[in-house]
């Protein structure tokens, strides 16, 4: 295994499915959550070349764990997938929980993808898992969906910038992917059709392929996530956020 891969939020959905495809793939993977017995499970199916840091990216010393293995340990390929999300009506949901959400889904992705970059080589890459929800602001997730806003935005200018020094930086942005994201963060009353839902088999299909051309700064995952992104950049921005409050 000649390549190094660290991805974050691994314990399950997105982030496990991508660590196991990436080991698959070759890469020795250095998987990082909080949850230490589902690592375990991770590393037991893939292999003891692997390994995994635990840690909480909630706060300064879980993103300082993962800031170290960056300065300690090449990496080609670095993954910002965790991430969380406060669904409800934004009065109603303590400000310390939408506090965390800006913490972790903002400044963890931005003091980890500064720490990677800043050592990246020629042909390495950073993967910021971002949302289609960045093109659709959502009442009711109005907090997440800004911060993936940030994440999509932010992704961009790092592809341009990084791009001259031979760095790839892609914003990954999944809709409805068939996770237990909605039931860790109290959404499960946004259930979608099939037809509107991706595997995170699928959506990690997707990201690798993108990942193999390097050509775009922002990937969204699916036709049908494309054809919303491309009808929503269409509309008034009144029109789109009446339509995701369910009242368009």
Not at 158 to 172: D, I, N
Not at 176 to 186: A, H, L, R
Request: with cysteine; hydrophobic share 45%.
């Amino acid at each position: 295994m000649n390549k190094k891969a660290l991805v974050t939020g691994a314990s399950e959905g997105i982030g496990y499915v991508l660590a196991k495809r990436l080991a698959n793939d070759g890469y020795a993977i250095t998987a990082v959550a909080r949850n230490e017995s589902h690592l375990q499970r991770l590393v037991s199916e893939i292999g003891p070349e692997h390994s995994y840091l635990v840690a909480d990216l909630l706060t300064e010393a879980g993103q300082n764990v993962v800031i170290k293995a960056v300065a300690d340990k090449h990496f080609d390929l670095f993954v910002n997938n965790a991430g969380i999300a406060a669904l409800g009506k934004f009065t109603e949901i303590s400000v310390e929980r939408h506090v965390n959400v800006l913490r972790l889904n903002c400044e963890a992705v931005v003091r980890l993808a500064h720490a990677y970059l800043k050592s990246a080589k020629d042909g390495d890459a950073l993967i910021n898992v971002s949302s289609a929800l960045a093109f659709m602001p959502m009442p009711a997730l109005g907090v997440y969906s800004a911060t993936k806003a940030f994440v999509t935005s932010f992704s961009e200018s790092l592809w341009y910038e990084q791009r001259q020094r031979g760095v790839y930086v892609m914003g990954l942005c999944p809709g409805m992917t068939s996770t237990n994201f909605g039931k860790n963060n109290g959404a499960n009353d946004l259930a979608a059709p099939s037809f509107m839902t991706q595997t995170p088999e699928e959506l990690v299909e997707n990201a690798l392929c993108a990942l193999k051309a390097r050509k775009k700064p922002t990937v969204i995952s699916g036709l049908v996530n494309k054809i919303f992104t491309f009808v929503a950049r269409l509309r008034t921005r009144k029109g789109v956020v009446a339509t995701m409050g369910g009242r368009g």
